[in-house]
């Protein structure tokens, strides 16, 4: 009797959660999780891990002082964000965790280097080893050669935003651990281009990452194969026996739900046996291929364009939630000095005898009614208060 589909594609291919939702990932359990910008935004958003975000904030303001203006404070915060939840999918997940470079420094390979540097010091401040994090960075030449000289230190990259076969060569020659070909994104530029819908095997990015895992094993490449981006479970279906395949929460929950045969579909000895010609890359022959290839040129292009639009409302996102922490912070010392003047004997409370002011403001602070003002109530109503004055 057949098994749920996402039972046996486990089988067969190593399943990373493809989301920043650490709640999803305790769900689905995968050994990996890999996250992007546009992921750590939303998380962000959530209330459920407002904790995160704050307590970030709160260590970058601390490391810049007082003094810092909000936007450097933010900016920091931001560095440290995606590291910040790396660390608690890190707590649940028994595997590796994708943790990307800023999408800005696409073109600039030193500064790739540097800040894949930087990320991987964070992990290991907080006692994880390299072996555990994967640094995500997008596949333009630059960001290969970044990735060429990170892996011989011992920095295992995925290289992400991958297109074409050409950049899918130029990786494995650079020795990467991992590669993410996005399949619903070159789906999406084809169905836009000629109209048509493509089912299964028909469907351009199955065939672009089918071809591109039969090239690696047949010429012995270690660079491993990730799927990724997907629109449907009949893509993932048509990928079974990829090395592995990052997968949103809800395509997980398809798989899960859904009983029914996985024939496997990649295969490293049928891959061996294919008529398939090596490509060597250089510079020169990525940039004629790329031009070549419109598709893996628009959608890199716009990958970068999309991922750093996130990364600027992420910093937007951290600006406003630091301004609005502080100014609660402000409110709550002012509390407690408004609170330390009017409990006039020291026994935590303020009775309408210790209050100077008019039994009008009194009673309003005195929310519970209990004849006693807390200084939690005489915080919320200052906040009140503030609020009222920025309207």
Request: proline share 3%; charged share 25%.
């Amino acid at each position: 009797m057949a098994t749920n589909l996402l039972e046996q594609l486990r089988e067969m291919t190593i399943v990373v959660a493809d989301t920043g939702d650490i709640q999803a990932i305790e769900t689905f359990t995968p050994r990996d999780a890999t996250t992007n910008p546009s992921l750590i935004t939303a998380a962000a958003q959530m209330p459920e891990y407002q904790s995160i975000v704050d307590e970030t904030l709160q260590k970058a303001r601390r490391e810049l002082g007082s003094g810092a203006p909000a936007s450097e404070v933010a900016k920091l915060a931001f560095d440290r964000l995606a590291v910040s939840f790396g660390l608690k999918i890190l707590q649940i997940i028994p595997g590796r965790v994708s943790t990307e470079v800023d999408a800005r420094l696409s073109y600039d390979t030193e500064a790739t280097v540097a800040k894949a540097r930087e990320i991987i010091a964070q992990y290991a401040a907080a006692g994880i080893s390299p072996d555990r994090v994967l640094i995500k960075i997008a596949s333009t030449w630059e960001g290969i050669k970044a990735a060429e000289i990170l892996e011989k230190e011992g920095i295992h990259c995925n290289l992400t935003l991958l297109f074409g076969i050409h950049q899918a060569i130029a990786c494995a020659e650079a020795g990467v651990t991992l590669i993410s070909p996005f399949v619903g994104r070159i789906l999406d530029w084809y169905k836009k281009e000629t109209g048509k819908d493509y089912p299964g095997a028909e469907d351009p990015g199955v065939i672009s990452v089918t071809t591109i895992y039969n090239y690696y094993k047949k010429f012995g490449y270690k660079t491993e194969v990730m799927g990724a981006s997907f629109r449907n479970i009949e893509e993932i279906r048509e990928l079974a026996g990829c090395d592995l395949l990052t997968i949103s929460p809800k395509l997980l929950d398809q798989l899960r739900s859904t009983v029914d045969e996985l024939p496997r579909k990649l295969d490293p000895a049928a891959a061996a046996g294919l008529d398939i010609k090596k490509i060597s890359i250089d510079k020169e022959t990525f940039d004629r291929l790329h031009a070549e290839d419109r598709m893996a040129s628009e959608k890199l292009t716009e990958g970068i364009q999309g991922f750093t639009k996130a990364l600027e409302l992420l910093e937007e996102l951290l600006i406003g939630r630091l301004t609005r922490l502080e100014s609660q912070e402000t409110l709550d010392h002012a509390a407690e000095d408004i609170f330390r003047v009017y409990d006039l004997d020291g026994d935590g409370f303020v009775t309408r005898e210790e209050w100077a002011g008019t039994d009008a403001v009194f009673d309003a602070i005195d929310t519970n009614h209990d004849g006693k003002i807390t200084p939690d109530e005489i915080a919320v109503g200052l906040g009140a208060a503030f609020r009222l004055v920025e309207a």
